[in-house]
């Protein structure tokens, strides 16, 4: 996966007011923990962190600390309404080291005819090298038959990824679409109508 490089600036002023002037100046408060060192406040440009963020678990090398430093998405809070991104918690990781993460599972095709497609799990954790994360797996269901069950273990990983999830956790399936039988509900529906009317011209004598 490639880096994506992102200058930061060092923050020195805390608190909601603080934050407010950082997110109208266009940036976003962050937080970076890791191996054991105090943690390091800082803002990072919006613009740059959105477009970063749109690819999963993506490897940013940070720069405007000192040495640069690569770093991993650890939890990132957004706007509950506008969807902008308000703070992020960043994780310091280095050449060879292995982290646990979370990648999307990608569903491609279209089972057989009478079935339908029951995703259960759209993401699977996996251990790799930082510096070597997938940015997801890919499952073809074209022509998957009704009872046609995929598991973690079933799914082909990178090369160097390790799965973590349970390999018996079921991953997606297919089941039998359901049909109405429109023809009984509507003969359901005349006999109530018929009863319905039978009572009311008894009520009336």
């Known amino acids: 996966m490639p880096e994506v490089r992102i200058e930061a600036e060092p923050r020195t002023e805390f608190g909601k007011g603080a934050s407010r ?27 740059d962190l959105m477009i970063a963020l749109k690819t999963p678990n993506v490897l940013i090398r940070l720069e405007g600390l000192g040495s640069a430093m690569l770093v991993l998405p650890k939890a990132v809070q957004r706007h509950a309404i506008k969807g902008d991104v308000e703070h992020v918690d960043l994780i310091e990781v280095r050449l060879g080291e292995k982290v646990t993460v979370e990648i999307p599972v ?71 679409e359901r049909t109405a039988d429109l023809g009984e509900t509507a003969e359901g529906e005349t006999a109530e109508g018929e009863t319905a009317a039978a009572s009311a011209e008894s009520e009336s004598e």
């Open 21 to 47: 002037r950082v997110r109208r100046a266009g940036r976003v408060p962050g937080v970076m923990y890791g191996h054991g060192a105090d943690n390091r406040h800082f803002t990072l440009p919006e613009h």
């Open 106 to 176: 990608r569903v491609s095709g279209n089972v057989f005819p009478g079935g339908v497609l029951d995703q259960q799990l759209v993401q699977i954790a996996v251990e790799a090298e930082a510096t070597h994360l997938p940015d997801g797996v890919d499952v073809d269901v074209e022509g998957m038959e009704v009872g046609t069950a995929v598991h973690a273990s079933d799914i082909a990983l990178p090369s160097g990824t390790t799965l973590v999830t349970d390999p018996e956790a079921l991953v997606l399936h297919v089941v039998a």
